[in-house]
């Protein structure tokens, strides 16, 4: 069974601290990696992705994937109000017959950024 | 563009009614997926198709259905409501390139009672 871990949280930051969410999976062989972001009431918004070991930085939101620790998470710099939701881990999996673009979901992590 | 919509938004059913999830979108996208979410059980995939005439089950396909008659359009049936079909249900799309990521709809939040 292919799995992604996220530690469900909340995780409780103040306003204009550095936010970090972790993600764990368990198979080696994935090879891209997701973060979306879910308002309470709302439906998931892509907001990172990732294929290479390393950093990817866009704009106040850094995504790192160390594929040899199997373990890929977000940073959230100069956090605010505004990011306070629910964090979704993906790793894009061949499940089911092998097609291309199936994820594999994390329960999400909750932020709560506090003024 | 309206990226992916779905309606309804919201609906009651009765146990041992069926209903249609409607779900299109205008991206040209040849992957589409259904997804149930379960509060603090993240998402589930219920079935997913790779083009027009193509489906196939996902992790959680009982007591559902689906057809993929055009590019746009990817409807989800379900037969015989139960109590545990009460869920948010996401429909999703992706161009399957790489990084490309799946793109959600709004969802629809179905209670079975």
Redesign the interface.
Known sequence: QKEVEQN?GPLSVPEGAIASLNCTYSDRGS??F?WYRQYSG?????IM???SNGDKEDGRFTAQLNKASQYVSLLIRDSQPSDSATY?C?VEGLL??G?????I????TKLSVKP | NAGVTQTPKFRILKIGQSMTLQCTQDMNHNYMYWYRQDPGMGLKLIYYSVGAGITDKGEVPNGYNVSRSTTEDFPLRLELAAPSQTSVYFCASSSGRPLSGQYFGPGTRLTVT
């Open positions: 469900s090879q891209s997701f709302k439906s998931p918004e892509l992705s990732i294929y979704l993906a089911y017959g097609s291309q673009g199936n994820l979901f994390g329960k999400g």
